[in-house]
Nanobody, 130 residues
Framework: QVQLVESGGGLVQPGGSLRLSCEVSGLPLDYYAIGWFRQAPGKEREGVSC????????VYPESVKGRFTISRDDVKNTVYLQMNTLKSEDTAVYYC???????????????????????WGQGTRVTVSS
């Protein structure tokens, strides 16, 4: 059974940093894709970043490129989202998800859409405010 557990959210001032963690069980990270999404109040859930062996690491929104970095520790089976120079517009609940898009060969790839992922964590709240 696949389980994803996010942690690391909290209240941070603008310009600050946070590192989110997504601990994954029941799924080897070197075979599947893990994505980070966020959902701000009143907005749709959007893809933020993704990592897989077949894609490497990807950051989607232009607004976070250069500020957010995704990485993973295959020994700990954990994926991280390092968020620097945080802005008020980064305020959202952040979710990690698995396993990504499967192609006809059985390989898994990153995806930007929520429909590309079938298993989700419970989310961790990030609030950027002074």
């Amino acid at each position: 059974q696949v389980q994803l557990v996010e942690s690391g959210g909290g209240l941070v001032q603008p310009g600050g940093s946070l590192r989110l963690s997504c601990e994954v069980s029941g799924l080897p990270l070197d075979y599947y894709a893990i994505g980070w999404f966020r959902q701000a109040p009143g907005k749709e859930r959007e893809g933020v970043s993704c990592i897989s062996n077949n894609d490497g690491s990807i950051v989607y929104p232009e607004s976070v490129k250069g500020r957010f970095t995704i990485s993973r520790d295959d020994v700990k089976n954990t994926v991280y989202l390092q968020m620097n120079t945080l802005k008020s517009e980064d305020t959202a609940v952040y979710y990690c998800a698995a396993p990504g898009r499967r192609d006809y060969t059985g390989r898994y790839y990153c995806g930007e859409r929520t429909s590309d992922f079938g298993s989700w964590g419970q989310g961790t709240r990030v609030t950027v405010s002074s």
